[in-house]
Structures are given as C-alpha cells and as structure tokens.
C-alpha cells in the first residue's frame, strides 16, 4: 500500500483519442482474456479523492463512463490504497463492497477480479474484470495472470501520458514511442475482433 | 570507538554485561511444543492479543466474533492521529483476516487498527502509525496484510520491526502478491508469509529460500466479508492470518515464547521439515 496516488491523467485537458483507445483496448483485452461479462478500468482522481470510471467493455459499457464513487470505498478502492490485485468470488449472497455502487450501475457481478495500474510507486487506477469465465476465477495463477497483464497497461497509460501531445502546440512529427503504442493497440484490436 | 559526543543510552539498553554474572540475568523460559502429529499446533489462543492492522475489522460477524478494541489512523491538517472508532470495515479486507485469525485461535481476543478506507493522500504515513500504534499497544501478534513500496518509510519500518521483536510483539506480514519489492515483509525480524496452493487448511510449509519464510493457504480462501457475509478469495493476505493466528495458538500454550522461539516452532511444525529424517 502507501503508493503516492497522483492523478493519471492532467486535470481537464480535452480528451485524448490516443488514451480513450488505448483504455477501451486494455478493457477489451482483458474480458477476451478471461471470458468475463465485463472489465473496466477506474482511474484515480486524487485531488477528488475518486476514482472514476474511464473505460469499460461489456455490461455497463454505454452508461458507466464518467461515473466515479469515493476512492477508499470496495475492493477497488482496497486495490488502490494497498497497491495489491484481488480476486473474489461468491459474491451473490454477499451485501457488501462495492454493491451500493453495483447496483448504481445496474450490474451486479458474482465474481470480480481487480487489480492496480501501477508505475513505479504510483497507482494510476484500477483494472476491473466482473464475472470472469469459471475456469479463470479465484486462483492464484489467474491472479498472477490479471497482475501482469495490469502491469503492461499501466506502462502503456505512462507512456501515453508523459508522450501526450501538447493541445497548443504546432502540430509536432509524431512521437515514436506514441506512435509504436498505438499501431500494437491497433493490432490487439484486429486480433480480437477476428 | 566512538569520538564525540553521544546522547546518553536511553534507560534500561544494554551493550554488556558489566559487573554482573549469569546469576544476575535469570530467564524463566518456555520449551516451543512438540511439533503434532497431526492437526493444529498449540493451544486455542486464549489469553493472546492479536491486532488486525488493516481496513477495519465489522462488529459482531459470525466468523469473527467479539472485537475487543477498534482504532482508526486519519489524516488531517495536524498531521496524523489515532482515536477509538465504531466505523467497523471500509472494504471487508480486514474483516476476512480477522476471520481467518478466529477460525484458527478461536479464544485469542481480537482488535483492530484501520489504515485504509480513509483518504488515499498520506497513506503511508497513515501505515506507519497504524503499525507504531500496535507495536505500542503491546499486542503479542500484529497481522499486517499490507506493504509498502514506498523506499522513505523503509528505515522507519525497520525500526518499528526491531522494537517489535524485542519487546516481543510478533509481526506477521504479507509478502507482495506481485514480484514487487516492498515492506516490511521483507526484513528479518518479522514473520513473512506466502500462499501455496494445497487444499489442507492447515497446511502450512517453510520456504528454504527465504525471504518469505513461510507458505500458508491462500487460494480459494473462504473468507467472512462484510454484512455478516462469506465470499472466497485468494492472495497471501489471506494466507498471512492463517500464521498469525499459529502465533496466538503457540503463544497461549506457552506465553514466554520469545519471537525467534515462536518462528522455530513453526519452523519445525512445517509440514516440509524433516528434522534428523524423523518425519
């Protein structure tokens, strides 16, 4: 726990289309990974103290963007705060974490997955994957398997971010390492709508 | 030799034995228990006082019964402080610790420092005197399901840990679920804990290539959650309460033990320690 918790992305600027693309592919990715209903990705909005929901693939897709909850609260606010993945299932009969914010956004998951977006010792957000396939749940490798794969994006969101074109400059030649991260975005992409 | 000046030794430290002998220093001690032959090392944990320093610990849940004492660390202006709460548990994390603490030493008496579910800023500060608080309060197993990465409050830790382990306070902390370097886990002085994947509850192992020094079960974990609930998880914060109460057994058969006497004793109680090819 006890990362330095800083905002992921720069407070207000205009959207990125590069980042809004690169979040939706990690979502993507990461429910085809684990044959879950759902994934989506939560950053933190520390001067807020939230963390806000900034992409999603499956249930909840179209309503659940631009919504955010206190960060200390559930398992992905414990996943922020202690730098640590999660996994938990049987959570049907379960009245807890984050229902009251399930049941704000319509779905109610029996088995979640999560785990931080880490850079260094910052935590940029959270990695969610709801109801995961029943082979991919609540073991240790599946949480070695969602760590990793977490560890990737967030070094991905990192580059993004510290390679963000300035909104007021002159248009600049395109960053190479932008530019190499989104043509391996575009691909994953392909790949998984074969 | 030392040049200078040098503040005084604080009342009561000791560098030598000086004009005193064996006879001045007696140690009334306790021998650790024969390992089993089967089943759960020790006594029942009547008599320990163990500390969950996490998320918070929710009153009255089945799997966790009486909570003794409950603490929260907070943030504000004037830097950080501790005070008494019934706020109970921001996430279910510390809860299902304590759970696992019950299940395994069902007499010892539970309490409970919050760290987290407060907000983020600072939280290493909030870790740090959450931990400080236990080891002051004198508790005999402070379970501790968290880390830091964070390198500025690493000496601070490690002197935290080495109070603890003289005035033996036994911390029981999670090795990182990810290969990530953090603490306090990593020093010496606590007892580390790690998952292995067998089925047996009771199982626990001790890893020859420390680090970790110890492997307990944490895969599929059923653990209490909040609102009274159950849910299974995995991870080595599950499988880190499952030693600490081992502890809180070992301790309440025999209280003198000293923390190295109680890490020998699981030690020697792993199921993977042949000692002399005996087991």
Not at chain 1, 42 to 65: C, H, I, K, N, P
Not at chain 1, 104 to 113: E, I, Q, R, Y
Not at chain 2, 7 to 13: K, Y
Request: hydrophobic share 40%; net charge negative.
């Amino acid at each position: 726990m006890a990362q330095t918790i800083a905002p992921a992305v720069p407070s207000a600027p205009p959207p990125d289309p590069a980042m809004a693309e690169l979040l939706q592919s990690v979502v993507d990715t990461a429910r085809a990974i684990f044959g879950a209903e759902a994934s989506s990705i939560l950053l933190l909005e520390a001067a807020a103290d939230e963390l806000v929901f900034e992409a999603v693939s499956g249930q909840g897709q179209e309503f659940l963007v631009g919504r955010r909850f206190p960060a200390g609260r559930g398992i992905a606010g414990w996943v922020a705060a202690s730098g640590e993945p999660m996994v938990v299932d049987d959570l049907h009969d379960s009245t807890s974490f984050d229902r009251d914010v399930a049941k704000s956004t319509g779905f109610v998951p029996n088995a979640l997955m999560a785990a931080p977006l880490v850079h260094g010792d910052r935590v940029l957000g959270v990695l969610e994957v709801l109801d995961p396939s029943p082979q991919a749940r609540s073991s240790l490798s599946e949480l070695d398997l969602l760590s990793l794969f977490a560890r990737q994006a967030a070094v991905a969101l990192h580059v993004l971010t510290t390679h963000a074109p300035r909104g007021t400059e002159p248009a600049a030649p395109e960053d190479p390492a932008r530019a190499e991260l989104l043509r391996l975005l575009a691909e994953a992409r392909r790949l998984l709508e074969e | 030799m030392t040049t200078g000046q040098r503040p005084a030794p604080a009342p009561g430290l000791t560098w030598g034995l000086r004009g005193r002998g064996p006879a001045d220093v007696p140690v009334e001690a306790d021998h650790p228990p024969e390992p089993p032959e089967g089943g759960l090392l020790g006594g029942t944990g009547r008599g320990v006082r163990v500390c969950v320093v996490d998320s918070g610990v929710e009153r009255d849940h089945p799997m966790v019964g009486p909570v003794a004492q409950s603490w929260r660390v907070f943030k504000d202006d004037d830097g950080v402080h501790v005070e008494e709460t019934d706020e109970g548990d921001a996430c279910g994390h510390g809860t299902a610790c304590a759970g696992i603490i019950r299940r395994t030493a069902p007499d010892c008496e539970l309490s409970s420092v919050r760290v987290l579910g407060e907000r983020f800023s600072g939280s290493g500060d909030i870790l740090l005197e959450g931990i400080r608080w236990a080891v002051r309060q004198r508790f005999d197993v402070v379970n501790l399901s968290l880390s830091t990465s964070r390198d500025r409050f690493v000496e601070e830790l490690r002197r935290l840990a080495d109070e603890a382990y003289f005035q033996q306070t036994v911390i029981v902390a999670s090795a990182h679920n990810t290969h990530v370097e953090s603490f306090p886990w990593r020093f010496s002085s606590v007892i580390s804990v790690g998952s292995h994947q067998e089925d047996d509850p009771d199982l626990h192992l001790y890893n020859p290539e420390p680090p970790v020094e110890f492997f307990a079960p944490g895969q599929r974990v059923q653990v209490a959650w909040l609102g009274g609930t159950s849910i299974r998880t995995s991870g080595n914060s599950f499988a880190t309460p499952f030693v600490a109460g081992l502890c809180a057994r070992i301790l309440s058969s025999r209280p003198r033990l000293t923390p190295f006497q109680l890490k020998n004793a699981l030690y020697l109680s792993a199921a993977n320690v042949r000692v002399h090819g005996s087991r």
